[in-house]
């Protein structure tokens, strides 16, 4: 499966972004899906995932929501309240189900990345 994210940009503290991951070769719902970001300097770390239900980073609960069209086969990060910290390089990765959806060594697809930078 090919994956391609956008959807990042420049925002200000407090703003919002919607990230997108559009999928192709294959059913992206056949598939775990997470949004993992890595920020200059440090390691790649996971943001949130969708299978069977949601899973996200405690740093990001009640702001992040990860959510998939399947009609669209495409995976959506909606962003709200960012921060400075959230300031990454953002990737999208799909899983064949090995459960371990908080790990990046579980994916076995990758997007090249789209970079979110929160200004304050």
């Known amino acids: 499966v090919q994956l391609v994210e956008s959807g990042g940009g420049l925002v200000q503290v407090g703003g919002s972004l919607r990230l997108s991951c559009a999928a192709s070769?294959?059913?992206?719902?056949?598939?775990?899906t997470g949004w993992f970001r890595q920020a200059p300097g440090k390691q790649r770390e996971f943001v949130a995932a969708?299978?069977?239900?949601?899973y996200y980073a405690d740093s990001v609960k009640g702001r992040f929501t990860i959510s998939r069209d399947d009609a669209k086969n495409t995976v959506y990060l909606q962003m709200n309240n960012l921060k400075p910290e959230d300031t990454a390089v953002y990737y999208c990765?799909?899983?064949?189900?090995?459960?371990?959806?908080?790990?990046?060594?579980?994916?076995?697809?990758w997007g090249q990345g789209t970079q979110v930078t929160v200004s304050s």
């Open positions: 990765a799909a899983d064949r189900q090995s459960g371990n959806y908080y790990s990046v060594s579980s994916y076995d697809y």
């Open positions: 070769g294959r059913t992206i719902s056949n598939y775990a």
């Open positions: 969708i299978a069977w239900r949601t």
